[in-house]
């Protein structure tokens, strides 16, 4: 992810003019399993607009490339899950995009090595996630061997000047630290623990450690169970507001499911369960997922990307360890999704509560895919 284009660094300003859209329903009502399938299906359709066959991308603002392996992530999701339709896109998206997209990484290492290695650690990451997820799905090697790849790049950014014990850098220029380069760490290296059978000590480890880390760090606040800001490389200091996203939380409980199932450890996944009801009781609005400070007129070019992250990790946490109140998260989004945040085009927007503005484009649009995928699954 490029400095001007992450919130870490700074908060960018959409430029896309703001449509008018009917003042939010206050009356939202939960629906069943078929319907959100039909609701997640039809979302797909549109979804499919903004895909090219050429870049093996999905158009998101002026690039979407670690948006695009999120995108992939919610296709592959949807076909897991049951859909014929995603199923027989995934058929042909899922290669197409391992081809494409490796071609056109604009910040590609032409060193002849693995073409999704570039100069972000947390780009790395996402498409890391994306393979093992394509490898789950169709059991094709290369794309596991591909995130294997990825991951031993990943760790030449472990320990930093300023944390001399752990941590990852969020860039190979070594501009700073964030939790989302860290979160996405453990996540891979716990996903790759219990799908490498051959090297689950190796990956257990490094997902162990980079946890015992984390945990213990600036960057995360113990006592609320929440993760907070960056470490600028130039001063060693915590940035001076430190914002807290919803899909750093996504990758760390998504991280900390992989690890409870490498080690047989519950504790793991009690500390998951504390970190979504962190995030349930500080970043919900009304009953629905809700990005603090950037679900408004002008939430940047990352930021809207960020609550599929979480709800995604949270279907996964609610099919092994369920909650009521997971449910009736996942519920109350997808439903204000398709009443209050939707235009008449079918496009799906950045703030869940309502009501829809922008133009429209896949990073919105699947993020909020990602909430009724998981009002779906929770419903069946």
């Not at 990307?305 to 369920?322: E, I, Y």
Request: charged share 20%; with cysteine.
């Amino acid at each position: 992810m490029q400095i001007n284009r992450s919130l870490l660094a700074a908060l960018s300003v959409s430029s896309a003019p703001m449509l008018a859209a009917a003042a939010p329903s206050q009356h939202v009502h939960a629906r069943d399993a078929s319907t959100y399938q039909a609701n997640a299906e039809t979302a797909l359709d549109r979804l499919q607009t903004w895909y090219s066959e050429d870049s093996g991308l999905w158009t998101s603002y002026s690039n979407g490339w670690w948006q695009s392996a999120n995108q992939l992530t919610t296709v592959i999701d949807m076909a897991q899950l049951g859909s014929s339709k995603a199923q027989q896109l995934a058929e042909h998206v899922v290669p197409n995009t391992f081809r494409q997209a490796a071609i056109n990484n604009e910040n590609r290492e032409h060193t002849g090595r693995n073409p999704y290695i570039n100069d972000y650690y947390d780009d790395m990451g996402w498409w890391a996630m994306a393979w093992i997820r394509a490898y789950d799905l169709t059991q094709n090697t290369t794309y596991l061997t591909t995130a294997e790849d990825l991951f031993n790049d990943m760790r030449y950014g472990w320990t930093t000047k300023c944390t001399p014990d752990g941590g990852l850098w969020w860039d190979k220029e070594n501009t700073f630290i964030a939790p989302i380069s860290n979160t996405l760490f453990i996540e891979v290296a716990g996903s790759l623990a219990n799908r490498v059978a051959w090297r689950k000590d190796y990956y257990t480890m490094w997902a162990r450690n980079a946890w015992n880390w984390l945990s213990t760090s600036v960057l995360y606040a113990a006592d609320q169970h929440l993760l907070m800001g960056s470490i600028k490389a130039s001063t060693c200091v915590q940035n001076e507001r430190p914002d807290s996203f919803t899909y750093s939380h996504g990758a760390l409980v998504g991280g900390l499911i992989e690890l409870s199932s490498a080690t047989g450890e519950t504790k793991y996944t009690d500390e998951a369960h504390l970190v979504a009801g962190a995030v349930l009781d500080s970043m919900t609005k009304d009953g629905v997922l809700y990005e603090q400070n950037i679900d408004n007129e002008h939430p940047g070019e990352s930021a809207p990307q960020f609550k599929g992250v979480f709800m995604r990790a949270l279907s996964s946490l609610n099919a092994q360890s369920p909650k009521t109140e997971y449910k009736t998260l996942a519920q109350k989004s997808a439903d204000s999704i398709w009443e209050n945040d939707r235009d008449s085009e079918g496009n799906l927007g950045p703030d869940w509560n309502g009501p829809f503005f922008g133009s429209g484009n896949a990073s919105p649009h699947s993020s909020a895919m990602d909430a009724i995928v998981f009002a779906w699954k929770a419903s069946q």
